[in-house]
């Protein structure tokens, strides 16, 4: 297994741009999260999917961002219009019932 | 106060020595708990579960205290492989569901650094 694939690895944009970032969780796991991760605020849990359904998405910070699942192998994060304070590496994990997460090896943003 | 704190450290310890850190949560309400592992620049990844009972893997143990609502994580015999940062993990339900996931709490981490 591959694990949880995210793209890209990394991603340098300008302010006001837009900024999709990518995830396919491992097959069978039924929970795909998204979580942003800095150094003052740690990881956060930004929304996440039980079985392509969005759950909860009380984390994500405002209306610039949004979360799609339309199939159980793809994900994606979008930030329209991005901003400097959105640079942060960018974590998808997913799980099945039961077990803790794998995580995918982030995408790290900067938005200068 | 927050509801899972760590300490940050550095932990700065020699090869080969026992080195311990714990984890407090305020839920009561808690009922599942990890440790994680996460090196510099790298996402983070399940070391170990932590059961009522404690467990063991190979040179760490983990050990929940429900009465004073924390975890510790115990390395024996430290390497300098094991130079990281380790995250506690609470969350609200057991394993079976994860109906309370946005409740599901990671610590800001503790850094350990073993030095030669």
């Known amino acids: 297994d591959a694990g949880v694939i995210q793209s890209p690895r990394h991603e340098v944009t300008e302010m006001g741009q837009e900024v999709t970032l990518r995830c396919k969780p491992i097959s069978g796991h039924d929970y795909l999260f998204w979580y942003r991760q800095t150094m003052m605020r740690g990881l956060e849990l930004l929304i996440y999917?039980?079985?392509?359904?969005?759950?909860?998405d009380s984390g994500m910070p405002e209306d610039r961002f949004s979360a799609k699942m339309p199939n159980a192998s793809f994900s994606t994060l979008k930030i329209q219009p991005s901003e400097p304070r959105d640079s942060a590496v960018y974590f998808c994990?997913?799980?099945?019932?039961?077990?803790?997460?794998?995580f995918g090896s982030g995408t790290r943003l900067t938005v200068v | 106060r927050k509801e899972v704190e760590q300490d940050p450290g550095p932990f700065n310890v020699p090869e080969g020595a026992t080195v311990a850190f714990n984890c407090t949560y305020s839920n009561s309400a808690s009922q599942s708990f990890f440790w994680y592992r996460q090196d510099c620049r790298k996402e983070p990844k399940l070391l170990m579960s932590?059961?009522?009972s404690g467990n063991e893997d190979g040179r760490f143990t983990a050990q929940l205290n429900r009465a004073s609502q924390y975890i510790s994580l115990l390395i024996r015999d430290s390497k300098l492989s094991d130079s990281a940062t380790y995250l506690c993990v609470v969350t609200p339900s057991g394993l079976r569901g994860y109906s309370s996931a946005s409740k599901i709490i990671f610590g800001s981490g503790t850094r350990l650094s073993i030095r030669p």
């Open positions: 932590v059961y009522s």
């Open positions: 999917f039980n079985n392509n359904v969005p759950i909860d």
């Open positions: 994990a997913s799980s099945p019932l039961k077990d803790g997460y794998t």
